[in-house]
């Protein structure tokens, strides 16, 4: 009693929920009047054949040979049969009918008369060779000799001729093909050259075509202060050469502006001095030719 005390306890004590159910209670239960209409409730089962799922029916992976066990027994005494005999035939008969009436023939043979005629056979080999070894000494000694002769030979002293026979090759030999590399560099000079030129060219052809707005100021003011007692022709010889002294103070500061005195030198530092004239000349005959 004092044990189911303490049970009872350390039940309230780990689940109070528990303890406080009737222990003479059953937790399970069926619906009311189950067992009485459970006999009914099968036959109608039975009776509208319901289907119980089962495990599927699968084939066995082992089976026999057809007619095995038809043939069983006599295969068990053909086996008892042939360890019970006396004689190999009679075993062989009783193991595999099918060998034991096989001819016995040897499948290997040789032509009839082989053994006898052997001996005659070989000694005519022999003589057949003797009499081509007397031929081949007759009609020449030169084949007959070819047979004790070695066929691959060098010429007499070839090995201590060899090292000279080298040297004399190496040192008559064609030297190299030496192509020169300084053509593309040449031709990149004179392009920068000629680029360096024609940029001056233009710009000189278009200072001398354009004249700046800055110059008619000066002109018109020279106009105002000139005198009615100056004839027309000191005026047009005063303007020409006004026109040129202002022309070549203006190429001046254009080609300086563009080009650098130092980079000039670097690019036709490779280009000799007459070929620059010429190209000179031209430029300055094209020059006329447009001006003209």
Known sequence: MTNRITILNELKE??????LQDPFRTPYQVPQGYFESLPGLLLDLVKQNVSVSTLPVTATPFDVPQGYF????????????????GSASEELAA???????????????VPEGYFEELPENITDGAKAIEL??????????????????NVYTVPSNYFERLPETILEKASNGKSAKVISISFARKITRYAAAAAVAGLI????WQLLNTRPMTEIGPVADNNKVIPSTVSD?????YLENDNSTET?????PAASEELNPDEMKDMLADISDEELQKYAEQANGASTSLNN
Request: no cysteine; net charge neutral; proline share 4%.
């Open 14 to 19: 780990s689940s109070p929920v528990l303890a």
């Open 95 to 109: 193991l595999s009918p099918l060998l034991q009436k096989l001819n016995r023939n040897n499948l290997y043979s």
């Open 248 to 252: 070549e103070t203006a190429v001046v």
């Open 201 to 204: 060219f233009f710009g000189g």
């Open 233 to 237: 022709t000191e005026i047009l010889k």
């Open 70 to 85: 038809d043939k069983f027994a006599d295969s068990m005494l053909s086996k008892v049969r042939a360890l019970e005999s």
């Open 132 to 149: 081509v070894n007397e031929e081949l000494e007759n009609l020449s000694p030169m084949m007959s000799s070819l047979k004790n002769k």
